[in-house]
């Protein structure tokens, strides 16, 4: 059975402080593979209200050099080569994270990269396979210029997870055939410029793609005094489509969502 947790769900540094919500980024957990998809600010905590063994984790995969991304990246890696008397792990992420850019130093520092059996950067158009789980790259446009989503491809569905992204037909071809949408919401409304998907661009992405389910992620404060409950279900009313805010340790189980709901007390 695939289980997918949220660890954290904030979208800005002020949602981390003021409305307590935690950056912790998001896992998906089979009986053969822990992925710890963007580890950011809040993993131990997150981990522990969820019940999660940060241990267990063979995979990290950042989507970008966002400190809300990758802030604890070095902290997961210390974990799972417990303190480093082990060498182990994969983590598959953007140029930036690992190499650094023309002006930041990389997230990654070189004794947790020396301390994980293998990094990689997921080149467009390439893939991994981790035992039944296949990881390919999403095309985003995003501040960060290395900066990439990813989807991934199970038994029994796929999941698209763009990550920080604006809103483009590349990128909604690119969602195509996606079962389960996670994507970042962060605005109300953008500013002209932003890179980020709004209300309105979420509500595009979902009337073409027509996924089976969307979980909407990342806040930032005008979506938390929205309410994202409120916000989530104006967005299904408009487009039909199943649409959950997450809060930090949402639990699914989408392994059969065709016949039913993954989250308890929703129905398909």
Do not use: W
């Not at 695939?2 to 979208?11: N, Q, R, S």
């Not at 790259?137 to 501040?143: N, P, Q, S």
Request: proline residues 4%.
């Amino acid at each position: 059975m695939v289980k997918i947790i949220f660890l954290g769900t904030a979208g800005t540094s002020s949602v981390l402080t003021k409305h307590n919500r935690l950056a912790g980024g998001m896992i998906i957990h089979s009986e053969e593979a822990q992925l710890h998809i963007n580890p950011g600010p809040g993993i131990v905590t997150g981990a522990r209200n969820s019940g999660v063994d940060l241990r267990n984790s063979i995979c990290f995969i950042t989507t970008d050099s966002n400190i809300l991304h990758a802030d604890d990246l070095n902290l997961a890696v210390d974990i799972i080569t417990f303190g480093g008397i082990e060498r182990r792990g994969l983590l598959v992420s953007s140029g930036s994270v690992i190499n650094g850019s023309d002006d930041e130093h990389p997230l990654l520092s070189m004794r947790h990269k020396n301390l994980l059996e293998k990094v990689v950067v997921l080149e467009e158009g390439n893939r991994i396979g981790l035992g039944s789980i296949e990881i390919r790259t999403i095309k985003v446009d995003a501040e960060d210029k290395t900066a990439k989503g990813y989807k991934f491809i199970m038994p029994r569905f796929t999941l698209a997870y763009p990550g920080n992204t604006a809103l483009s037909e590349d990128l909604i071809l690119q969602l195509m055939d996606s079962d389960l949408l996670v994507l970042h919401m962060p605005k109300l409304e953008a500013a002209e410029g932003e890179k980020v998907l709004d209300v309105a661009a979420v509500e595009k992405i979902l009337t073409a793609v027509k996924p089976k389910l969307v979980i909407l992620t990342h806040f930032g404060n005008d979506i938390v005094r929205e309410g994202p409950i409120d916000v989530a279900r104006e967005i299904q009313r408009k487009t039909g489509i199943q649409c959950i805010a997450a809060k930090d340790g949402l639990v699914l189980s989408p392994d059969g969502f065709e016949k039913r709901s993954p989250v308890r007390g929703y129905t398909v």
